[in-house]
């Protein structure tokens, strides 16, 4: 079917100034997310000790967010589809910065997961929105960079939950940092909804989305009719299964157990486990990018996809079951598994190009919700397994776990990451090429 643009517009695409600066405003809501989704990871002994719980319940608390955020993923795929990433990107971070404040001011366990669960459910808008938007605001064969760089974005709030979160906490409280941390968000909404704009013909310039005529029936398509018509294709059960490996194995280690594992195995302290597990996460903002470049340039998505899984894998099997590395060859090697974990964003643009266009917002849903939901289950399934082999140690009223209880947890990434590797052989190649 032939391609039309927009008739509604100027003559000329938008400034590739104008493009960036209304992704980045939104990159900060995502940025914000992300600075959420791991902050417990060094808080663990605070907030264990604040309201007197074990792993398991430490790993729900942290997994509420995650519960929220892929229960929202459909919905929000089709929402960006009817309407535009503005309105969901404004409403995400008013609900976020509400979230974060509740969270702040728990006074028992089940306020403080109410909190995650709105904060989760409400920055789940973000990446979908970001999608969304970048569709309409950049070339396509900029799709899969404009996707590392927003994974870039998310990663340095993730990074700001480790060292610099550490400090502030010990400085004023975690109850502090949150708070003003829900402030910050509440700015963030205002300022997207002043300034963010869904598509560049609203500023009286060319879109570069392409609008064809629908499917029978798409434009008002339901929530279960979006997933069957999504999983019609091939390649999306497939790539909707394999980031959950790479992506709950990042988060579970460095959003929670990373910490504790590196004090413990390492006997490092908790900043220098929490520096360790930030050099993870820039590794992994740096790896998308330049992968994701790399795929657009050699306009291939499965080949660097599957070497990079391989790689993955390979790293993760070293540092978690090595004897004992040294600090060097174990810093090396987090920055190398975070570089090549950085190829999953290849997924988004791999997945978008498996569906019509049409169906881009609900298949970007679909496949996050499929990058979230490794850290949805493993992060309370690995605390399961860490309580069922603790041996009743403790300190400052948290608990302490061994060696062998981690090497327990851990097999469940490892067994992930395993399916990951086998089901993304079987994808078909797109060759950077649009599904008809």
């Not at 007197?52 to 929000?76: C, D, K, N, R």
């Not at 669960?117 to 973000?126: I, K, T, W």
């Not at 590794?283 to 990079?308: F, M, N, T």
Request: with cysteine; aromatic share 12%; proline share 4%.
């Amino acid at each position: 079917m032939k391609e039309k643009l927009n008739p509604v517009a100027g003559d000329h695409n938008p400034p590739i100034s104008l493009a960036w600066s209304m992704w980045g405003l939104c990159a900060v809501f995502y940025l914000i997310g992300f600075f959420q989704r791991v902050a417990p990871g060094v808080m663990t002994t605070e907030l264990m000790t604040e309201f007197q719980i074990g792993a398991a319940s430490l790993g729900h608390l942290s997994a509420f967010y995650f519960y929220s955020y892929v229960a929202m993923q459909i919905p929000t795929g089709i929402l960006a589809d009817r309407l535009g990433p503005r309105r969901l990107l404004a409403a995400g971070a008013l609900v976020a910065g509400t979230g974060s404040l509740l969270f702040s001011l728990a006074d028992s366990l089940y306020w403080a997961a109410i909190g995650r669960l709105l904060v989760g459910g409400s920055v789940a808008v973000a990446f979908v929105g970001m999608l969304k938007l970048a569709a309409h605001w950049f070339p396509t064969v900029r799709y899969a960079l404009v996707s590392g760089l927003a994974l870039f974005t998310g990663v340095v709030g993730a990074v700001a939950a480790g060292v610099p979160l550490r400090w502030m906490v010990d400085a004023v409280g975690w109850r502090s940092v949150m708070s003003g941390s829900a402030v910050f968000t509440f700015l963030v909404a205002l300022a997207i909804w002043i300034l963010v704009r869904d598509d560049p013909t609203e500023k009286g310039y060319i879109s570069y989305a392409r609008f064809d005529q629908p499917d029978s029936g798409s434009t008002s398509v339901g929530i279960i009719s979006g997933i069957r018509l999504i999983f019609r294709y091939r390649n999306t059960a497939l790539l909707f299964i394999v980031p959950g490996g790479i992506v709950g194995s990042i988060l579970s280690f460095s959003g929670l157990w990373g910490v504790p594992f590196l004090t413990t195995h390492y006997h490092l302290s908790v900043t220098q486990a929490a520096g360790a597990c930030s050099i993870l996460l820039m590794a992994w903002a740096v790896g998308g990018p330049i992968l994701g470049g790399l795929s657009d340039k050699i306009r291939l998505r499965k080949p660097l996809y599957v070497i990079c899984t391989a790689a993955t894998t390979l790293g993760w099997g070293i540092i978690l079951y090595w004897p004992k590395l040294h600090h060097a060859g174990l810093l090396g090697l987090l920055a190398f598994t975070g570089f090549t974990s950085g190829a999953m964003i290849i997924g988004f643009a791999f997945e978008k190009e498996s569906v019509p266009q049409h169906l881009s917002g609900t298949a970007s849903g679909v496949i996050n919700m499929g990058v979230m939901l490794g850290p949805t289950l493993l992060q309370p399934a690995m605390g399961y397994v860490l309580d069922r082999y603790w041996q009743g140690q403790t300190a400052n009223g948290a608990r302490l776990y061994d060696l062998v209880a981690y090497h327990h947890a851990f097999s469940l990434m490892m067994a992930w990451l395993i399916l990951s590797l086998i089901l993304v052989m079987f994808t078909r190649e797109t060759r950077c090429r649009p599904s008809a």
